[in-house]
């Protein structure tokens, strides 16, 4: 192996990156759209959730209830229908998706010191709004408490619930949070497989394959010098949505830094690799392409990127597991979020690394085939 | 015949770019007894069940320009393949300068220089950046490379178009850049997969000059091509067909040796009827399109004659149709051969 035709093969490849301009458009510009539209869409989607409340007790509890729910900035009420009956229509027609009912004599329940039971129903057809916002729900119910007993004076047990969401509960933007993290990875992914999938299939139509593999350039060689420049303009890439999300979007960063660097290697391994075995099996860009489309809708959808897996039907939930960008997502979400360690995330790290090995192994056995086939 | 003109302009000297460095022989002919450029025995190489090439001998001696000719699909590109250490043979041996290309591709790859039809320069970089690659791959010194650059430059008529793209080049320019970047490293041996396909005749005419510029230098050639007229410039030549070999030897060797058939060339305004009788006529073995006019092969054994071929035709309603004898060339050369093979 020589290091000067390595060195010779980069500058190479970052002097035709440079003559395309629109892949350096496709590389800066595709992260920071998807961080806003990703960003946002969850942000906007959180908040103002369009909410009815059945108020059945008319008191001035149940109207500080009513204010502590508008006030979160979560929900906006826009009915209040008569009685629960008049509930279902709207939930039907989704004019509202979560409604708040507070039963008759539940002011006089809480002042009697007992627990008042209020309902909470929300819409279960979209799995992001029910959890999130029946989390959001609970929680200002556990400070509309807190605050009341400290109103009061009172130091008596207070109801369960309290205790409870505590542990269930995270931080004001949760969606953003684990969203950001999620989008490195997939970022990383469509760029690394769309760039890479074109990249030997446009030499082998040029010839310029085929002329390289008669001078001494080494099939090694020719890959190292391939994947360096593309494995660098990720990590750029990488390095843009991180900033982004923490400085811009305000993700806090809890976790091990180590961590996120190996996952993220260990991703990229496989991306380089499927983006790599494509480009190899197609004949032209064209089917590099499709190649890439047919690949990426399943990864989207089945990797818990946008849909919760815990939502999936139980028959498609296994089907996750082949998916590479599932455990990538598990660990950067894990570590970003949570500040995993090392030990907590084993399995998805160690799932990746094998994606890695298998994928990266396989694209260069076909390298060294198509070659010498 | 344009190849026997090119020599005697070559042999006068006036082969250009005349610049000193052109001049200097780049392989050392005297070592010419000790190996020959490329010999090859029982060479094979199969792709599941189909045979590509088949058990095929043949042997370039140094500073000659070699060319292997045969109808596409015959098994060329995969034989240069083989030779070039970029595909792996089936069985056979293949010795390349006196090395083993099979299982020792990285001792010829530093030695020889391949160009393929499709000029393989990177389109989207400059003129400058494709030879200063290729130099980088081949590991010339920063000397050499000035030196090599200015020539190719001169030869291939790109002074002051350095800082071009490629991919803004007009055909003939690409195709002696292409020369150039695949041989700045001065090989010893360089392949030529189909050169001139796509180029028009002028560019094809000045592009064989250079290669009887290296060819004068010692540069041995091994060249591919389906046009007939090439052949002819060829010192040997080899016929493939279906992956077998079905004949060597010089241009004048091939049309004596395997033409014991006449030619003759009948010219007519009514080609296509004309050609339809020909094919049909019992006295004639076999007919077919050379350029504007028919030819027609005669057997061995017959007598007819040009006149009595020309009458037969005026009677069949060609009134206008002229016969005249003529020298096979090596397209009817490579017609016969390929006639008797089915």
């Known amino acids: ?373 | 015949m344009m190849g026997s003109r090119s020599f005697d302009k070559l042999r006068a000297g006036q082969a250009r770019p005349a610049d000193q460095r052109s001049e200097r022989p780049i392989a050392d002919l005297s070592e010419a007894a000790t190996s020959p450029a490329i010999a090859v025995s029982g060479l094979t190489k199969r792709f599941g069940d189909f045979t590509a090439v088949d058990k095929i001998d043949f042997e370039v001696p140094r500073g000659q320009v070699f060319g292997f000719l045969g109808p596409n699909g015959s098994g060329k590109t995969t034989t240069i393949r083989m030779l070039t250490g970029t595909l792996r043979s089936s069985s056979g041996n293949a010795l390349v300068l006196g090395e083993d290309v099979i299982r020792r591709p990285e001792r010829v790859q530093p030695r020889i220089g391949y160009m393929s039809q499709k000029f393989s320069l990177f389109e989207d970089m400059t003129v400058d950046e494709n030879l200063r690659f290729y130099a980088g791959v081949y590991d010339l010194s920063p000397q050499q490379f000035t030196a090599q650059r200015d020539y190719v430059l001169k030869m291939a008529d790109l002074v002051g178009r350095e800082d071009e793209l490629t991919r803004n080049l007009s055909v003939g320019w690409r195709q002696r850049l292409a020369l150039g970047a695949a041989t700045i490293h001065e090989p010893e041996l360089l392949f030529l997969d189909e050169p001139t396909s796509g180029v028009d005749p002028v560019a094809r005419r000045q592009f064989w000059d250079l290669l009887y510029d290296l060819a004068s230098r010692g540069v041995t050639l091994f060249v591919t091509t389906h046009y007939m007229d090439e052949a002819a410039h060829c010192n040997r030549l080899a016929f493939i067909y279906r992956g077998r070999i079905i004949a060597s030897g010089s241009p004048a060797e091939l049309r004596t040796e395997h033409m014991d058939q006449r030619i003759f060339d009948v010219s007519t305004r009514d080609a296509d009827p004309a050609l339809l009788w020909l094919e049909q006529s019992p006295e004639i073995a076999e007919a077919y399109l050379s350029g504007a006019s028919l030819h027609a092969v005669v057997p061995s054994g017959s007598r007819l004659s040009a006149v009595e071929l020309g009458e037969q035709l005026a009677v069949a309603g060609f009134a206008g149709a002229t016969v005249a004898e003529v020298e096979p060339t090596i397209e009817d050369v490579f017609v016969n051969l390929v006639s008797r093979q089915r």
Not at chain 1, 34 to 47: E, S, T
Not at chain 1, 223 to 229: A, N, R, S, V
Not at chain 1, 288 to 302: C, G, H, R, S
Request: hydrophobic letters at 50%; a neutral charge; glycine letters at 6%.
């Open chain 1, 1 to 373: 192996m020589s290091i000067k035709r390595i060195r010779l093969l980069i500058w190479k490849e970052f002097i035709q990156l440079r003559r395309d301009p629109m892949l350096i458009r496709l590389l800066l510009v595709m992260p920071v759209v998807q961080l806003i539209m990703f960003g946002y869409v969850v942000a906007v989607d959180v908040h103002n959730l369009t909410t009815a409340v059945v108020d059945l007790d008319r008191s001035t509890t149940s109207q500080k209830l009513e204010a502590a729910f508008t006030g979160s900035g979560y929900f906006t009420v826009t009915q209040h229908p008569a009685s629960e009956d008049d509930l279902r229509p709207l939930l039907d027609r989704g004019t509202v998706k979560v409604a708040l009912v507070i039963p008759e004599g539940t002011h006089d329940r809480l002042t009697r010191g007992e627990t008042a039971p209020i309902g909470i129903i929300v819409d279960g057809s979209d799995s992001q709004i029910s959890a999130i916002g029946s989390g959001y729900a609970s929680q200002i119910v556990a400070q509309f408490n807190s605050a009341r007993r400290d109103e009061l004076g009172v130091t008596v047990a207070a109801p369960g619930v309290d205790a409870r969401i505590r542990v269930m509960f995270n931080p004001t933007l949760d969606p953003v949070n684990t969203m950001i993290p999620g989008l490195m990875a997939a970022i990383m992914m469509i760029s690394l497989m769309v760039i890479m999938s074109q990249a030997v299939v446009k030499e082998r139509e040029s010839g310029t394959l085929e002329q390289m593999f008669v001078t001494p350039i080494k099939a090694t060689e020719y890959l190292i010098g391939k994947l360096t420049p593309y494995a660098a303009l990720a990590t750029a890439q990488l390095l843009l949505v991180a900033a982004g999300g923490i400085f811009w979007f305000r993700v806090p960063f809890n976790g091990d830094f180590w961590v996120v660097l190996v996952g993220l290697l260990l991703f990229m391994f496989t991306c380089l690799g499927l983006g790599l075995l494509i480009s190899l099996v197609s004949r032209t860009r064209h089917q590099a392409q499709q190649a890439v489309m047919f690949l990426m809708i399943p990864t989207m959808v089945l990797s818990g990127f946008i849909f919760p897996i815990q939502s999936m039907p139980a028959v498609i939930q296994p089907l996750t597991n082949l998916i590479p960008l599932t455990f990538a997502l598990e660990v950067l979400r894990g570590a970003f979020v949570k500040g995993s360690s090392f030990e907590a995330l084993a399995v998805p790290l160690l799932a990746l690394a094998g994606f890695g090995v298998v994928i990266f192994s396989a694209a260069v056995i076909a390298t060294r085939r198509r070659i010498a086939e």
